[in-house]
C-alpha cells in the first residue's frame, strides 16, 4: 500500500483514536454535531437511501444520518479505531437504531463490492488517511454512478485563533507533524484532489462558528480530545511536554474574556457526485 505516513506511526495513531474514543467531542463547544447536522442537510439524503460512513467516530454523522434515511434505509458506519466502533454501536443502541451497523474498517480498503451505497459522508477524517487519492477513489467504487459524497473539513485557521497559536507553539519546540496531510484546506486544493479521484457536481462551502471555550483548560481538553496531538508530544522528553501545554496554555489565557475564550470554528462543507463513467 502507497503511503506518506512514516512506518509504524499509523498504529500510533490508531492507538490514540482507541485512548480518545470515550472522551471524542465532550469537551468544548459541540462542533462535530453542529457540523454533522449542516453537512446532511447539505448532502439532502432520500428515506431509503444506503449510506457508508467513513471514518464515523462516534457516530456524529452516522447517527442523525440513521434517522434522516428512515425504517427502510441503512447506514454503515466504518472507522479503522475499535474503540471509535464499540462508542458508535453504544450511541446506537442507546437511541434504539435498527438500521446502523457499525464495523471496523480501514477507509484506504473498503470491503464492499462496487456500486454498494446511495450516499456516503466522512466528516473531518480525509487529512488522517495516509494516501488520500486512494481512499477517494475507493469511495467512488463503492457508490452508485451519481451517488453522493459528502465531507466536511477544516478550512484554512481552523480554529481561529487557538489554532495558529498552536501552530506557533509546536513550531517553537521543534515538532513535527504527525499527520500525513495538510489538516486545513482550501476549497480549489479539495476540489481538485476531487475531481481527479472522478467527482463531480463539487459544490463547496464554507462557514463559520464563534463558539467560546469557557476557560483554557476547556481549550485543551478539546484539542487533546479531537486528535493526535498527545502523540505529536511524544517527539519531546517527558519534561517537556508540561511546559509546552502550559505555554500554549497562557498564550490563549491571555485571550480571556468575560465571555470566555474566543474561537471562530472556520469548516468547509464539500458535496459531489460520483461522475457515472467508470
Ligand atoms: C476527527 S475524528 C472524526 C469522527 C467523525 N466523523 C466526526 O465527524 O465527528 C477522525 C476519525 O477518523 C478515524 N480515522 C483516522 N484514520 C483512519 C483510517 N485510516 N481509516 C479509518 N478511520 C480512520 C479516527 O479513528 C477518528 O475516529
Same mark, same amino acid.
Given at each position: 500500500?502507497?503511503?506518506?505516513?512514516?512506518?509504524?506511526?499509523? @498504529?500510533?495513531?490508531?492507538?490514540?483514536?482507541?485512548?480518545?474514543?470515550?472522551? @471524542?467531542?465532550?469537551?468544548?463547544?459541540?462542533?462535530?454535531?453542529?457540523?454533522?447536522?449542516?453537512?446532511?442537510?447539505?448532502?439532502?439524503?432520500?428515506?431509503?437511501?444506503?449510506?457508508?460512513?467513513?471514518?464515523?467516530?462516534?457516530?456524529?454523522?452516522?447517527?442523525?444520518?440513521?434517522?434522516?434515511?428512515?425504517?427502510?434505509?441503512?447506514?454503515?458506519?466504518?472507522?479503522?479505531?475499535?474503540?471509535?466502533?464499540?462508542?458508535?454501536?453504544?450511541?446506537?443502541?442507546?437511541?434504539?437504531?435498527?438500521?446502523?451497523?457499525?464495523?471496523?474498517?480501514?477507509?484506504?480498503?473498503?470491503?464492499?463490492?462496487?456500486?454498494?451505497?446511495?450516499?456516503?459522508?466522512?466528516?473531518?477524517?480525509?487529512?488522517?488517511?495516509?494516501?488520500?487519492?486512494?481512499?477517494?477513489?475507493?469511495?467512488?467504487?463503492?457508490?452508485?454512478?451519481?451517488?453522493?459524497?459528502?465531507?466536511?473539513?477544516?478550512?484554512?485557521?481552523?480554529?481561529?485563533?487557538?489554532?495558529?497559536?498552536?501552530?506557533?507553539? /509546536?513550531?517553537?519546540?521543534?515538532?513535527?507533524?504527525?499527520?500525513?496531510?495538510?489538516?486545513?484546506?482550501?476549497?480549489?486544493?479539495?476540489?481538485?484532489?476531487?475531481?481527479?479521484?472522478?467527482?463531480?457536481?463539487?459544490?463547496?462551502?464554507?462557514?463559520?462558528?464563534?463558539?467560546?471555550?469557557?476557560?483554557?483548560?476547556?481549550?485543551?481538553?478539546?484539542?487533546?480530545?479531537?486528535?493526535?496531538?498527545?502523540?505529536?508530544?511524544?517527539?519531546?522528553?517527558?519534561?517537556?511536554?508540561?511546559?509546552?501545554?502550559?505555554?500554549?496554555?497562557?498564550? /490563549?489565557?491571555?485571550?480571556?474574556?468575560?465571555?470566555?475564550?474566543?474561537?471562530?470554528?472556520?469548516?468547509?462543507?464539500?458535496?459531489?457526485?460520483?461522475?457515472?463513467?467508470?
Amino acid at each position: 500500500m502507497h503511503s506518506n505516513t512514516p512506518k509504524g506511526l499509523e @498504529y500510533t495513531l490508531r492507538n490514540c483514536w482507541d485512548r480518545t474514543a470515550p472522551k @471524542y467531542g465532550q469537551a468544548g463547544p459541540p462542533i462535530f454535531s453542529i457540523s454533522a447536522q449542516r453537512l446532511l442537510e447539505l448532502l439532502s439524503l432520500e428515506p431509503g437511501d444506503r449510506l457508508l460512513d467513513v471514518a464515523c467516530g462516534t457516530g456524529a454523522v452516522a447517527i442523525p444520518a440513521a434517522k434522516q434515511v428512515g425504517p427502510f434505509g441503512q447506514v454503515t458506519a466504518t472507522d479503522y479505531s475499535p474503540r471509535m466502533v464499540a462508542e458508535a454501536e453504544k450511541e446506537a443502541n442507546k437511541r434504539g437504531l435498527s438500521n446502523i451497523t457499525c464495523a471496523c474498517m480501514e477507509a484506504q480498503n473498503l470491503k464492499f463490492p462496487d456500486n454498494s451505497f446511495d450516499a456516503l459522508t466522512c466528516g473531518f477524517a480525509l487529512f488522517f488517511f495516509p494516501d488520500m487519492r486512494r481512499t477517494l477513489a475507493e469511495m467512488r467504487r463503492v457508490l452508485v454512478p451519481g451517488g453522493k459524497v459528502g465531507l466536511s473539513l477544516w478550512a484554512k485557521g481552523a480554529i481561529v485563533p487557538q489554532w495558529p497559536i498552536l501552530g506557533e507553539t /509546536i513550531k517553537e519546540y521543534g515538532l513535527r507533524p504527525v499527520v500525513p496531510n495538510p489538516i486545513a484546506w482550501r476549497p480549489k486544493d479539495i476540489e481538485a484532489l476531487l475531481t481527479s479521484a472522478g467527482f463531480s457536481d463539487i459544490e463547496i462551502v464554507e462557514e463559520r462558528y464563534d463558539l467560546p471555550s469557557r476557560e483554557a483548560s476547556e481549550v485543551w481538553e478539546f484539542t487533546l480530545s479531537v486528535g493526535p496531538i498527545e502523540v505529536m508530544l511524544e517527539q519531546l522528553p517527558k519534561n517537556k511536554r508540561q511546559e509546552f501545554i502550559d505555554a500554549f496554555l497562557s498564550r /490563549i489565557q491571555e485571550l480571556a474574556t468575560p465571555e470566555g475564550i474566543p474561537a471562530n470554528f472556520r469548516v468547509l462543507y464539500i458535496v459531489a457526485k460520483a461522475r457515472t463513467d467508470r
